[in-house]
């Protein structure tokens, strides 16, 4: 049975750049050896992804490259997509766009934004991916 895990965001550290959790999210697969697919809202937010996954562990390099810019991009463990790039599901998908993710994938994870009001479509999708039958669960970041 797929899964979604909603990450919502509570520590000041992600409270004030939540593409931190984003990151720390991305290392995190990258330990455990599991490809992962990073949907970014749009091209700004994909490239600002590609600079703090450079920069956000000085002692850890963390492979990853946007989708659609090299040839060799099979062999990035973490692939950053904007919307218009067609790029191929993988076991993990951090969604940071207001679609459900409908491609197969055994984990979807979703960052749910610190102001109540930007939660409107989590909640939409909560009930999106329960209706498809994921097992769902939630955590305090």
Not at 18 to 30: D, F, G, I
Not at 42 to 61: C, I, K, S, V
Not at 102 to 123: G, M, N, Q, S
Request: aromatic residues 8%.
């Amino acid at each position: 049975m797929p899964r979604a895990d909603f990450y919502l965001i509570a520590k000041p550290r992600f409270l004030e750049q939540p593409l931190l959790l984003v990151c720390e999210l991305a290392k995190r697969a990258y330990a455990a050896s599991q490809p992962t697919l990073i949907l970014a809202r749009d091209m700004a937010q994909a490239e600002e992804l590609d600079d703090l996954l450079w920069a956000f562990d000085p002692d850890e390099y963390l492979p990853h490259q946007i989708a659609g810019a090299d040839d060799d991009e099979e062999e990035a463990p973490i692939l950053i997509a904007a919307p218009d790039t067609d790029a191929p599901s993988r076991p993990l998908v951090i969604n940071l766009r207001d679609d459900v993710w409908l491609k197969p994938c055994e984990r979807i994870l979703e960052v749910v934004p610190a102001d109540p009001a930007a939660r409107e479509p989590l909640r939409e999708r909560w009930k999106q991916y329960k209706a498809l039958d994921f097992e769902l669960n939630k955590h305090d970041m």
